[in-house]
């Protein structure tokens, strides 16, 4: 049986061993080094301790991405608590609802969030922590309006003399014992919170220290552009940074192309752990239009120049992206084929890996070096993978993973758990899948969003939508079925298209056309009907993928 060391254990020797390195720099903005972090820990332990938290209480967090909130985050690890990350995007009556379904004691708030809630709406906390500067926004008992008011003098008795790193002691974790509740949904009907036990955390973090840390020297700048309160942002950015002693940059704003294209140039990350819809974004506004002239395509198609002319191609790439990392990491859902394709042809470093918030999140990854084109890599330390599939290599079939990185279950939903998790430990991903002879994942999409053609053939709208997006003035788009049609719903690229002068007639015309031409290259039962314009960008997850459940019905 495997032997799980305690995670917090990997937070308390970080802390120690780099000491006076800078570990949490809000962009723009003010640095903590790890003492300063170790210090605002110990005052929010007291802070817990003298209002009555317990280890296994609930502490929720929900703001914005910052220094602050990684040290909320990390003392309520650290105190033996459960954290609840909450996404900032949510609505006030979606956080309202995870802090009472998670029965959190406390709620800690960044600026915008805290102007929305209504605190009257959440009745059991017992008090709402402003995270800029942990001030209260809320008390409801005597014994958190005191320690707080005194906690410079609490500390102070607690440690007359000097705090220093023989003073960091911290909760000494079990492996079956819950970390986290990361919620999927903030809809009362539809909330599953998923149970991360501390084995997961480490699970991934054990994985990211061997494949990602031999590659990164500590004290190398990393950026946050993720969300922490996703499990993406949370293990590989976040967590894998701190315990690897990395300088960790937050973004603290809207990640825009522009924004992000700035703090690549100025903190230059030695890895770059990103979504598609960033890479996609810089490789079409700051990429392709440097690069896709008549001159250049000409000398890529020529034997004798190309090798040296792709060279350059990628280094104007990788200048994009700061121009010192050591791969792009890509997770969170398919990158864009054309966009995979180009670097992949310019031999750029660039590997896409699989994961759900139920594994916390990897179940597979792999190396640039050893990626291979349209795969999402093989399964992860201590996990398994296998197709649900007769013909594994070439037979889509669901996706089932176990092993150290599954969650616990889903927090109050024990339907929802075993059908989720199956007798012998088989976690059901719902994700459509082929595995390679050497055990690479091919993800083919959700099983949820198939559709059936006209005779009965199973339809990938993701497949379709891949092709459609690479197409003149697409934006984005989503394949919708209506009675036996396929129809795609298009969110034009407006700023392209108003650059170029044209107006609602010339893109209806354009999309046409679009039409007809991807049409050519699909199965009959495949082809598309019709395109309709959608003027306002699609709703997004977090992890920016299309919220489909609201235009099924459009």
Do not use: M, Y
């Given at each position: 049986m495997e032997i799980i060391p305690s995670f917090n254990a990997y937070l308390q020797k970080s802390i120690v061993d780099n000491w006076n390195s800078d570990?949490?720099?809000?962009?723009?903005?003010?640095?903590?080094?790890?003492?300063?972090?170790?210090?605002?820990?110990?005052?929010?332990?007291?802070?817990?301790?003298?209002?009555?938290?317990?280890?296994?209480?609930?502490?929720?967090?929900?703001?914005?991405?910052?220094?602050?909130?990684a040290v909320a985050f990390l003392a309520t690890l650290t105190y033996g608590a459960v954290a609840v990350p909450i996404q900032h995007e949510f609505k006030a009556e979606q956080i309202h609802n995870i802090v009472n379904h998670s029965d959190a004691r406390l709620l800690f708030v960044g600026d915008v969030v805290a102007t929305t809630i209504d605190a009257d709406a959440m009745p059991h906390l017992e008090g709402i922590v402003y995270i800029p500067d942990y001030s209260l926004v809320i008390s409801r008992t005597e014994e958190l309006t005191f320690a707080r008011e005194h906690l410079n003098e609490l500390f102070g008795h607690k440690f007359p003399m000097k705090f220093t790193s023989d003073d960091v002691d911290y909760y000494k974790d079990e492996s079956e014992t819950l970390a986290i509740i990361n919620y999927t949904s903030g809809t009362t009907g539809f909330s599953k919170g998923v149970m991360i036990p501390y084995r997961a955390l480490w699970g991934n973090l054990d994985y990211c220290l061997r494949v990602l840390g031999s590659q990164v020297k500590k004290g190398s700048n990393m950026l946050s552009i993720l969300p922490m309160a996703h499990m993406y942002g949370m293990a590989i950015e976040f967590i894998f940074s701190f315990c690897h002693g990395c300088h960790l940059f937050f973004l603290t704003r809207l990640p825009s192309p522009a924004v992000i294209a700035d703090a690549f140039a100025e903190i230059r990350p030695a890895i770059v752990i990103t979504v598609p819809m960033v890479v996609e974004k810089i490789i079409r506004k700051r990429v392709f239009p440097k690069i896709q002239s008549k001159a250049v395509n000409l000398l890529l198609n020529m034997p004798v120049v190309n090798k040296r002319v792709k060279q350059r191609v990628c280094e104007q790439v990788m200048k994009a992206f700061g121009g010192h990392m050591y791969e792009v990491v890509v997770g969170g859902a398919p990158l864009n084929q054309e966009i995979e394709r180009f670097l992949h042809s310019i031999d750029f470093p660039l590997t896409i890996g699989y994961g759900t918030t139920e594994c916390a999140p990897l179940i597979t990854f792999t190396d640039y070096k050893d990626y291979k084109y349209k795969s999402c890599g093989i399964a992860v330390d201590h996990m398994e993978v296998k197709i649900l599939s007769d013909n594994p290599a070439e037979i889509p079939g669901e996706i089932v993973t176990r092993g150290t990185n599954v969650m616990l279950g889903y927090y109050k939903n024990e339907e929802a758990t075993s059908n989720a998790i199956d007798e012998d430990g088989w976690y059901h991903t719902g994700d459509l899948g082929t595995m390679s002879d050497d055990g690479h994942v091919f993800i083919r999409g959700r099983i949820k969003n198939m559709l059936l053609g006209s005779n009965g053939q199973n339809v990938y709208p993701e497949e379709i939508e891949d092709k459609l997006n690479s197409m003149a003035m697409v934006g984005e788009s989503i394949i919708i079925q209506q009675e036996e049609r396929l129809i795609a719903l298009v969110h034009p690229d407006y700023d392209e298209a108003h650059s170029m002068g044209l107006n609602e007639e010339d893109i209806e015309n354009i999309m046409e056309q679009n039409r007809l031409q991807l049409n050519e290259g699909l199965s009959a039962f495949c082809k598309i009907s019709k395109i309709k314009i959608h003027k306002q960008e699609f709703e997004k997850t977090p992890k920016k993928s299309i919220k489909r459940y609201l235009y099924k019905d459009i």
């Open positions: 570990a949490l720099t809000d962009f723009k903005g003010a640095t903590l080094q790890f003492n300063d972090v170790a210090r605002k820990i110990e005052k929010l332990h007291i802070l817990f301790e003298h209002c009555g938290v317990k280890p296994h209480d609930k502490i929720a967090l929900c703001g914005r991405n910052s220094a602050h909130w």
